[in-house]
Nanobody, 113 residues
Framework: QVQLVESGGGVVQAGGSLRLSCAAS????????MGWYRQAPGKQRELVAT???????NYASSVKGRFTISRDNAKNTVFLQMNSLKPEDTAVYYC???????WGQGTQVTVSS
């Protein structure tokens, strides 16, 4: 059984920063990918960023240059540093772990204009 627990969401003004964390526990393969998705009201869930255990990262074009994904492999934790936040970044952010279909419960990020 794998569990993902997210933290760090909140309300911030446009231009501000937030840092999300996601800690994975349970039976986790040492070779894996962890990442973040987000879902805004009325919109489909979209990929934000991914990070492999080998060190590769990938970003959605909408967040490239503003968001940074990082991880602590020893603690099976992934982080998302979000800078220069915009109102359109408002969404529920979900952590995901591959291989398998493991999701966190989601954390709300609200950016006010």
């Amino acid at each position: 059984q794998v569990q993902l627990v997210e933290s760090g969401g909140g309300v911030v003004q446009a231009g501000g920063s937030l840092r999300l964390s996601c800690a994975a526990s349970g039976s986790i393969f040492s070779i894996n990918t962890m990442g973040w998705y987000r879902q805004a009201p009325g919109k489909q869930r979209e990929l934000v960023a991914t990070s492999t255990s080998g060190g590769s990262t990938n970003y959605a074009s909408s967040v490239k240059g503003r968001f940074t994904i990082s991880r602590d492999n020893a603690k099976n934790t992934v982080f998302l540093q979000m800078n220069s936040l915009k109102p359109e970044d408002t969404a529920v952010y979900y952590c995901r772990l591959w291989p398998g279909e493991y999701w966190g419960q989601g954390t709300q990020v609200t950016v006010s204009s």
